[in-house]
Every structure is written in structure tokens, then in C-alpha cells.
Nanobody
Framework: QVQLVESGGGLVQPGGSLRLSCAASGFIFNRNRMSWYRQAPGKERELVAGISSAGISTNYADSVKGRFTISRDNTKSTVYLQMNNLKPEDTAVYYC?????????WGQGTQVTVSS
């Protein structure tokens, strides 16, 4: 079965950095686009970043451009989200996602809290 397991969240001060990881299994990782989403309290889940199957093409939400970098290691079936210059508004639960049509699969999420 498809499994997505996120890790790397935590509490960080404004301006700090975190690196999230998502270990994937149960599907052919190197043939699928991967994405990171986040959901803050009282808000809808939003797309943060996506990366193509080979890692050549990426896209980002305007709010994180220049601060976050998505990458993947197809040899480890893992996708990463490097988050720099974190802001309080980045506080949310971050989810790893893969769309295996017609089903969207999600990890359990990892909490990121940016606070002084």
C-alpha cells in the first residue's frame, strides 16, 4: 500500500531553517510528481511546492519563493523541503502528497511552528 511518512518538523525561531523529509513506498516513486502542502489552523490546505518525477521541474507558492527549495532523491524514494528564513506565517502542518489517479495520497503531516 502507498505510504508517505513525513519527518523533520519542529519549533524554530523566525529567520531559522528546517528540512522536511518524506519517505515514500508502495508505488513507483521515480515515475510520479511529488508535492508538499500545508494547512494552518482555520485555513484551507494549500500547495507549497511541487517537483516533477525526474526532479527537473519545480513550482512554488508565491509566499515561499526564494525561501523554500523542494528536491528529491529517487534512489531513496524521498522528497525534501528545505525551508529557510522561516516566518511566523509559515506555521502549519506540512503534508507530503502524491496523486496516483484517481486517488490523492497524503502523509500524516509534520508540525512546523515558527515562533520566538
Amino acid at each position: 500500500q502507498v505510504q508517505l511518512v513525513e519527518s523533520g518538523g519542529g519549533l524554530v525561531q523566525p529567520g531559522g531553517s528546517l528540512r522536511l523529509s518524506c519517505a515514500a513506498s508502495g508505488f513507483i516513486f521515480n515515475r510520479n510528481r511529488m508535492s508538499w502542502y500545508r494547512q494552518a489552523p482555520g485555513k484551507e490546505r494549500e500547495l507549497v511546492a511541487g517537483i516533477s518525477s525526474a526532479g527537473i521541474s519545480t513550482n512554488y507558492a508565491d509566499s515561499v519563493k526564494g525561501r523554500f527549495t523542494i528536491s528529491r532523491d529517487n534512489t531513496k524514494s524521498t522528497v525534501y523541503l528545505q525551508m529557510n528564513n522561516l516566518k511566523p506565517e509559515d506555521t502549519a502542518v506540512y503534508y507530503c502528497n502524491v496523486l496516483l489517479r484517481p486517488v490523492d495520497y497524503w502523509g500524516q503531516g509534520t508540525q512546523v511552528t515558527v515562533s520566538s
